[in-house]
């Protein structure tokens, strides 16, 4: 074959190889909104007693599909997902381990540890929640369930929140009583972890006991992908029910599994009282 026609040959391989190429990438949807939510939680850990804390959250979605998620756990994540990443968080992570070994003071570990798990993904034309989390030391799981008709009650009552009237609406889910404000101004169904089902986005949502309180305090319009999460092989398949008892269980013997798998000591776990069990998950119906 001469020169010339070898280089022809080539360049039409790469063109067509080109194209394939382009083709075979992931297409991922894209979110027409990006909500910025504090999550405020109130629980109760081991001898530290109650504990107050706010969570960042982000709601990418459109009329169809959303994710919430955290961003400083999907940074971690994403530095996970690669072994230079990992290097680099691995030190960060030993580093803040000895600090904690040497002040006792569990703030000292800093943003190297993960402060939630948490990913929530709802499909509309699935009709499916999947449900990424970390339960204690046990290991990464997610399931997967039909998304729920809430029995939303929504009442005259209104207020404002970013500039948007919204109305109060009620439901029952799950073992807890939910109020939420939704803004018909913006017609995505959709809210913050899985609240979802009211004619319009909810932006500030809280349950009776004062526990879990999620509150918009940024909404923007997005065409940012609504990409999965990284490094799904890691995550066994579980229940819903299953996933809620091994947090518990983590929940109620933390330092007892931490000192046993990786022998760093964090002091006795509380005992287990009519007190302590008044903090409990977003859901409670595992019990």
């Known amino acids: 074959m001469k020169p010339n026609r070898i280089l022809t040959v080539l360049a039409l391989f790469c063109v067509v190889f080109g194209a394939y190429a382009k083709k075979k990438q992931v297409d991922y949807p894209h979110a027409d909104i990006k909500v910025g939510y504090n999550y405020h939680k109130v629980f109760m850990r081991g001898s530290d007693g109650v504990i107050e804390r706010d969570l960042p959250f982000v709601l990418l979605a459109n009329t169809k599909e959303s994710k919430f998620?955290?961003?400083?756990?999907?940074?971690?994540?994403?530095?996970?997902?690669t072994p230079k990443g990992k290097a680099i968080y691995d030190k960060l992570l030993h580093e803040a381990i000895n600090k904690y070994i040497e002040s006792k003071d569990r703030s000292s570990m800093g943003d190297a540890t993960y402060k939630t798990h948490l990913y929530v993904f709802k499909s509309k034309p699935d009709n499916l929640y999947e449900i990424y989390d970390y339960v204690g030391m046990t290991g990464h799981f997610y399931y997967t369930e039909p998304l729920d008709d809430m029995a939303w009650e929504i009442t005259d009552s209104a207020k404002t929140i970013l500039g948007y009237e919204c109305f109060m609406a009620t439901a029952d889910y799950h073992g807890r009583h939910w109020t939420a404000w939704f803004t018909p101004e913006i017609p995505i169904q959709d809210g913050p972890w899985k609240l979802h089902g009211l004619p319009g986005l909810i932006l500030e949502a809280s349950e009776s006991t004062g526990q879990h309180h999620f509150t918009a305090n940024g909404l923007e319009t997005s065409n940012?992908?609504?990409?999965?999460?990284?490094?799904?092989?890691?995550f066994d398949k579980t229940s819903r029910i299953e996933m809620l008892k091994m947090e518990r269980n983590g929940r109620d013997n933390g330092a007892a599994i931490v000192k046993a798998q990786i022998g760093l000591d964090l002091g006795p776990d509380a005992p287990i009282t009519e007190e302590s069990r008044k903090y409990d998950f977003l859901e409670t119906d595992y019990h």
Do not use: F, G, V
Not at 69 to 81: A, H, I, M, N, V
Not at 224 to 234: G, L, Q, S
């Open 224 to 234: 940012a992908e609504i990409r999965p999460i990284y490094n799904k092989e890691r």
């Open 69 to 81: 998620y955290s961003p400083p756990t999907e940074y971690k994540d994403s530095l996970q997902s």
